[in-house]
């Protein structure tokens, strides 16, 4: 088992690109600028990495949006059972997932941490440290930009699989094995890395980027009247200068908006209005968070637009929304959690689960509705829905005891006959006794 990152080094990784007389410190060539940077220019002439991609309000949301509420449901480690299953408080994984991964994190932070990275490169990294008895004892979310995994086979056996993790900047260079590793990934081409969102969402993000400082730059400068001025002779240059200097003076900003403006010289203000690109610009914006809620697959209300949101629909939304789009990662963290964490006689009899009831709850009204039928059929208790509401159970066990209709019995297996001393002296036939059972 491995101990963290120090101890396995191995050579920095190089890459070599020919370089022009231009290039430098100063003017670097692109190559240069993507190796420190990462990202890639768009159309639209913005800079796009996954750093930046975040300064973009609609896919910060819906990355926000996703990392928080996977990370703040319950993860809990269960025992099965013949029938059923327990919480296993007493397991090592119950409280690195539960309580503490890691002497500075909350399980929250680490776990939103890396499902962020998940969606923005396309895979979130976990080290997993494990102690000298073989229990997992920290996790430590990894910079998934520093990782690189390397497939080999050494002899006739299996595969195998390690990572490379370089980070120049605080100089570490080791190579981790597939046990310290905890990989979270999306749709990917080969099973272990997922499709950055960022890269492959480069150009919708740019130019919703680009339709933000064209905004900005519009109210920036348009504090403007919206119009020329004409003046009835030539001006001269020095003369032209001077004017636009005042008037942009005078007019130029949003504290300065709205200004009354005083003509000299037989001065005219023709105004023009807003040109039709500058409105357009508005409804394309809009358009930009409906494509961002398509790249994540989230529903638009999650990042703010609530247009075809009501009343009647928005439960529903929700529902969907834990369904089609939590409902993947959920997963995804906990088949790798039970693949890499639980091992030795732990496999297959412990394994850890979302506990995802909170973000299924109707209303009240619809829910004790549900735990009435559920009271009558005998499957719910009165604990059993104290528990689901996060209450104590009823004093002295009187929570405990199930009820039913008492006109109902146990079903008869096919071609089984109907036992002489149940019969029921009221409907014939059956075993109800008339209501004594």
Request: glycine share 12%; hydrophobic share 35%.
């Amino acid at each position: 088992m491995g101990g963290g990152l120090i101890g396995r080094t191995v050579a920095t990784p190089g890459r070599r690109a020919s370089t022009g007389p231009s290039s430098g410190v100063a003017t670097p060539e692109k190559w240069v600028e993507e190796w420190f940077a990462g990202g890639a220019s768009t159309a639209a002439g913005v800079w796009v990495s996954e750093e930046t991609a975040l300064h973009y309000g609609p896919f910060f949301a819906g990355v926000n949006a996703i990392s928080t509420d996977l990370a703040k449901l319950p993860y809990l480690v269960y025992e099965r059972l013949d029938r059923g299953k327990r919480r296993a408080r007493e397991h090592p994984v119950y409280r690195v997932l539960h309580d503490e991964p890691n002497p500075l994190m909350p399980p929250i932070a680490l776990r939103r941490t890396v499902q962020a990275h998940a969606l923005t490169w396309g895979t979130g990294y976990l080290n997993v440290v494990w102690n000298n008895r073989g229990d997992v004892l920290e996790l430590w979310p990894l910079r998934p930009d520093r990782m690189t995994p390397e497939i080999k086979r050494t002899g006739p056996g299996p595969m195998t699989l390690t990572w490379r993790y370089v980070d120049d900047v605080n100089g570490i260079y080791t190579r981790l094995y597939a046990d310290e590793v905890l990989p979270i990934g999306g749709l990917g081409y080969d099973g272990i890395r997922g499709y950055s969102v960022v890269a492959m969402a480069r150009q919708s993000i740019g130019l919703g980027m680009a339709l933000e400082r064209y905004g900005s730059a519009l109210f920036g400068n348009g504090a403007r009247p919206g119009g020329v001025l004409k003046h009835p002779k030539k001006l001269s240059p020095e003369g032209h200068r001077r004017l636009q200097a005042d008037w942009d003076n005078l007019h130029r900003g949003l504290d300065r908006a709205q200004r009354v403006a005083i003509l000299e010289e037989g001065l005219e203000w023709e105004s023009i209005g807003m040109p039709p690109e500058d409105a357009q610009f508005l409804e394309t914006r809009k358009l930009q968070v409906n494509e961002m809620a398509r790249w994540l697959r989230l529903p638009p209300h999650k990042i703010g637009d609530l247009e075809r949101s009501t009343n009647n629909n928005i439960e529903h939304q929700a529902m969907e929304y834990v369904a089609d789009t939590l409902m993947g990662w959920l997963i995804t963290w906990d088949q790798m959690i039970n693949m890499r964490l639980f091992v030795g006689p732990d496999r297959g009899r412990y394994f850890a689960e979302h506990l995802v009831d909170a973000l299924l709850r109707a209303d009240i009204k619809t829910r004790y509705e549900a735990y009435n039928l559920g009271r009558q059929m005998g499957v719910l208790n009165g604990d059993d829905i104290r528990e689901r509401e996060n209450e104590n159970p009823l004093p002295g066990g009187v929570g405990e005891t199930y009820w039913m209709p008492l006109n109902m019995g146990p079903a008869l297996a096919p071609g089984q006959q109907p036992d002489p001393e149940r019969a029921c002296p009221v409907h014939p036939g059956c075993t109800c006794q008339g209501g004594r059972s």
